[in-house]
């Protein structure tokens, strides 16, 4: 068997792999990285040159892959929800609320407003495991919430 017919075999076993055992893409693109070392193996018959090849692609393509994959979602404008501060949240930086019975790390939407402890909240968006908060008392006066 020739290492070109080696390396389709396993860019296509890999391909094949991602749809039945999830890996992210990581096996996917593992395998499309064998398949373009498929494509050189003509020109580079050195092994050990095409193992490294592989493992380089493989690497890059995988980083590639996460940083397209990995984008921040958008913020999301929730329905009005209610919360409670737990600890004070500064102009621009962090804090924790009381969502549901949980604490939750939290900020505020208006980055140059401070909220004090113990401050009834609306949830007005969510990024990753932050929630984004305003004060009630600040709600916009066109906005009604939704109960």
Known sequence: MSLTTLWI???AGLCLAEL???TAF???VMG???LVVALVSVVLPSAPLQVGLWLGLSVVMI???QQ???RPAPKQ???AIEGQTLTAIAPGQPGRVLYEGQSWAA???DTSQAIAPQTPVYIVGRQGTTLWVLPIEHWPDNLEPEA
């Open 107 to 109: 900020r505020c939407q």
């Open 63 to 65: 980083r590639a892959a």
């Open 68 to 70: 397209w994959l990995d």
């Open 26 to 28: 990581v096996a996917a």
């Open 9 to 11: 075999l396993l860019g």
């Open 32 to 34: 499309v990285s064998a």
């Open 20 to 22: 039945f055992v999830p």
């Open 77 to 79: 404008h929730w329905d």
